[in-house]
């Protein structure tokens, strides 16, 4: 017996049509078709989903109309002599069957994200994102995760495992999540890239951090000039905080500021009365937050 050519290694995809050559053929002889070392019966008709045809080059091929899970495996051709021994033998493919598998999602404690859905997480407060594919064969194992411009992918965890009611494979990408407030609004996406696929597939999020309050005060005129008494003099307090909150001064054994605007002290004409301890405070569904306190010290206008 003799064995002829090489093995050739392909990946189809489920449902596509499949032609196999076999280049063997002497006068007087017949061809037999085996799948993982087991005769296939075909036959001549093109309307069974197994058929064989002879091309007008007189070569023979087995065609698969509809590629199952079922057509997997090694496919050899051989040449059978009169008396039924075996001339010739030639393993013409390795046949994979791949299934595209569903669009990815993206799991917070057990709930599924829309695509562009926004996620809110609290700043400083580490939380597992899942990147979930399904019904993929062979199973997706190339999955990416940015935030923004940052490449988070070698943080991820990858887990794959089969599903055994069709013989398919589920991937999770486990990417746990610590941001800062300057991750708010940026957007967090998972690509995966599958065989079967021209291009990849993503699915996003928008990420809202949750953060408290920091505080920002500036002076009118600018800190490290003199206050002098009966000058115009303008405090003012920013917040930045998520969800938003409103600045408010306060004075140290004082009653309530009047002011102009939230945040705004405007003094017209200051006096020495003014002088004293400020905090800038808000209150924030995380609590209640104060700033570092500023002595405001009025001088006293020089005599002429």
Not at 182 to 192: Q, T, Y
Not at 253 to 260: T, V
């Given at each position: 017996?003799?064995?002829?050519?090489s093995?050739?290694?392909?990946?189809v995809?489920?449902?596509?049509q499949l032609s196999?050559?076999c280049?063997?053929?002497?006068?007087?002889?017949?061809?037999r078709?085996l799948?993982?070392?087991?005769?296939?019966?075909?036959d001549a008709r093109a309307?069974?989903?197994?058929?064989w045809n002879v091309?007008?080059?007189?070569v023979?091929?087995?065609?698969?109309?509809?590629?199952?899970?079922a057509?997997?495996?090694?496919w050899?051709?051989q040449?059978?002599?009169?008396?039924?021994s075996v001339r010739?033998v030639a393993?013409?493919?390795?046949?994979?069957?791949?299934?595209?598998?569903?669009?990815?999602?993206l799991e917070?404690?057990?709930?599924?994200?829309?695509?562009q859905a926004?996620?809110?997480?609290?700043?400083h407060?580490?939380?597992?994102?899942?990147?979930?594919?399904?019904g993929a064969?062979?199973p997706?194992?190339?999955?990416?995760w940015?935030?923004?411009?940052?490449n988070?992918?070698?943080r991820a965890?990858?887990f794959?495992?089969?599903?055994?009611?069709d013989?398919?494979f589920?991937?999770?990408?486990?990417?746990?999540?610590?941001v800062?407030?300057?991750e708010?609004r940026?957007?967090l996406?998972c690509r995966?890239s599958?065989?079967t696929?021209?291009s990849s597939?993503?699915?996003?999020a928008?990420v809202?951090?949750?953060?408290?309050?920091?505080?920002?005060?500036?002076?009118?005129?600018?800190?490290g000039?003199?206050v002098?008494?009966?000058?115009?003099?303008?405090l003012?307090?920013e917040?930045?905080s998520?969800?938003p909150s409103p600045?408010?001064?306060?004075?140290?054994?004082?009653?309530?500021?009047?002011?102009?605007?939230?945040?705004?002290?405007?003094?017209?004409?200051?006096?020495?009365?003014?002088?004293g301890?400020?905090r800038c405070?808000?209150d924030?569904?995380?609590?209640?937050?104060t700033?570092y306190?500023?002595?405001l010290?009025?001088r006293?206008m020089?005599?002429l």
């Amino acid at each position: 017996m003799w064995c002829a050519g090489s093995r050739i290694e392909k990946t189809v995809r489920v449902g596509s049509q499949l032609s196999i050559p076999c280049e063997l053929g002497s006068p007087g002889g017949s061809l037999r078709w085996l799948q993982n070392g087991r005769p296939v019966v075909l036959d001549a008709r093109a309307s069974t989903r197994r058929h064989w045809n002879v091309s007008r080059e007189g070569v023979a091929a087995l065609t698969i109309g509809h590629v199952t899970r079922a057509d997997e495996g090694v496919w050899e051709c051989q040449e059978i002599r009169p008396d039924g021994s075996v001339r010739k033998v030639a393993e013409v493919l390795q046949l994979s069957v791949a299934m595209p598998p569903e669009d990815p999602y993206l799991e917070v404690e057990g709930r599924r994200l829309v695509h562009q859905a926004t996620l809110t997480v609290t700043e400083h407060q580490p939380i597992s994102v899942r990147c979930i594919v399904r019904g993929a064969v062979p199973p997706a194992r190339a999955v990416g995760w940015a935030l923004g411009s940052a490449n988070l992918t070698a943080r991820a965890e990858l887990f794959v495992e089969v599903d055994p009611s069709d013989d398919t494979f589920t991937t999770r990408s486990v990417l746990v999540l610590n941001v800062s407030r300057e991750e708010h609004r940026r957007e967090l996406i998972c690509r995966v890239s599958h065989v079967t696929w021209l291009s990849s597939s993503a699915v996003s999020a928008s990420v809202n951090v949750l953060y408290v309050p920091s505080f920002s005060i500036t002076r009118e005129p600018g800190f490290g000039h003199p206050v002098l008494e009966g000058a115009p003099l303008v405090l003012r307090c920013e917040v930045d905080s998520n969800p938003p909150s409103p600045p408010r001064w306060v004075r140290q054994e004082a009653p309530a500021l009047p002011e102009a605007s939230p945040g705004v002290l405007n003094f017209t004409a200051v006096r020495r009365e003014h002088a004293g301890w400020y905090r800038c405070a808000t209150d924030h569904t995380f609590g209640h937050f104060t700033s570092y306190a500023y002595f405001l010290n009025v001088r006293c206008m020089s005599p002429l």
